[in-house]
């Protein structure tokens, strides 16, 4: 396929080929909203000077410097979150958008801490995912007094301290997955549930929500107590084949946190596909392919792109009208996606 002309970008952006090369070229008296049309364009139909079109439009603009703390390196999802965020700060155009990106390699609350910590004079505000424990709440209080921002996603911590929380409202993620295995069972059996740790406070509100449904709505089945699998890929998987070798009956089971990795190849060594349902969180090539091979019942996902987007937009609003009084949180609706979903066709 051959390369994209001036007249092909031209004819995306709805403008003329003169106006194209004036802001190929930087010239002036070329109005902002056209050169942005441009842009967008470019981006659109893989133009290859885009970059340099940014580059231009940006080049008087203010930099902002975003620190971005995220749990495991080596995790696909969360490398994902990555790219998205960094995707997200080329697409920005009204800041020069840096990601400074920090990884936590463990669940210990010093750690996260310190990780925070170290970005006191580096950053201009913070987007972190982690636990909640004290030892991150006064950190947060630290960057706070520094004039840095920090804001919680996917699983709040230091409320009242934090500037807001972006994610899904966990609490009725919990009740959408214990509605959806009631739902998909055909017929009452015991369900099981998976949660991270206790200082993860998006995973105890997903639980509460999964029980609450259960109590509330399908008493006709028995939650078996929950157990804490660490995030841990084989603690997961050890705990579910013995979840599933005790309990004939076993007829569903959530992962609220980390690990589904070893839930997923559990269940399809020892179940057949249809016959038992497993909901995990976050769409990852695993959780995919246990959709694809029907493993996995129903992925619940966030909606990353735009959690990302209006996240960036709020931090550089924070950073020019001040933080806010009262902190607040911002609620995505979640994602679902089954085996019939249209990208896995």
């Not at 994209?4 to 970008?9: E, K, N, R």
């Not at 290859?48 to 008087?60: E, F, K, P, S, V």
């Not at 750690?111 to 636990?131: M, N, Q, Y």
């Not at 059996?189 to 949660?195: A, K, M, P």
Request: aromatic share 8%; net charge neutral.
């Amino acid at each position: 396929m051959s390369r994209p002309t001036i007249a092909d970008l031209a004819r995306a952006a709805g403008v003329s080929t003169a106006t194209v090369d004036r802001v190929l070229n930087g010239r002036p008296n070329v109005r902002e909203e056209t050169v942005r049309r441009v842009h967008e364009a470019a981006e659109q139909i893989g133009y290859h000077g885009a970059n340099a079109i940014r580059y231009r439009m940006l080049a008087d603009k203010p930099e902002f410097r975003l620190g971005l703390v995220l749990q495991k390196p080596r995790h696909a999802f969360y490398q994902e979150v990555l790219r998205i965020f960094e995707a997200q700060a080329r697409s920005c155009l009204v800041r020069r958008v840096q990601i400074v990106a920090r990884f936590a390699e463990t669940t210990q609350p010093d750690e996260l801490a310190d990780i925070l910590l170290s970005l006191k004079g580096r950053v201009d505000a913070v987007a972190a995912t982690g636990l909640d424990h004290h030892q991150v709440t006064q950190a947060v209080h630290e960057l706070r007094g520094s004039r840095i921002p920090t804001y919680s996603m996917l699983s709040d911590f230091a409320q009242g301290v934090r500037e807001s929380y972006f994610g899904t409202n966990n609490l009725k993620v919990g009740r959408i997955a214990g509605w959806l295995i009631s739902k998909l069972a055909h017929q009452p059996g015991r369900v099981g549930l998976f949660i991270g740790g206790s200082r993860f406070h998006g995973h105890e509100l997903r639980e509460t929500g999964f029980r609450s449904y259960f109590r509330d709505d399908a008493p006709e089945f028995r939650l078996l107590d929950t157990q804490i699998n660490l995030e841990t890929r084989q603690l997961t998987y050890e705990a579910t084949v013995d979840l599933l070798s005790r309990h004939e009956d076993l007829v569903g089971l959530y992962v609220a946190g980390g690990g589904m990795e070893g839930a997923i190849a559990a269940v399809r060594e020892l179940r057949k596909p249809g016959e038992f349902f497993l909901i995990v969180n976050e769409l990852t090539p695993e959780s995919q392919a246990g959709l694809q091979d029907r493993t996995v019942s129903i992925v619940i996902g966030t909606p990353m792109r735009q959690l990302a987007s209006d996240l960036i937009g709020s931090m550089i609003a924070t950073s020019e009208k001040g933080m806010a009084e009262t902190p607040g949180q911002r609620f995505f609706p979640p994602e679902l996606w089954t085996p019939e979903s249209e990208f896995m066709r």
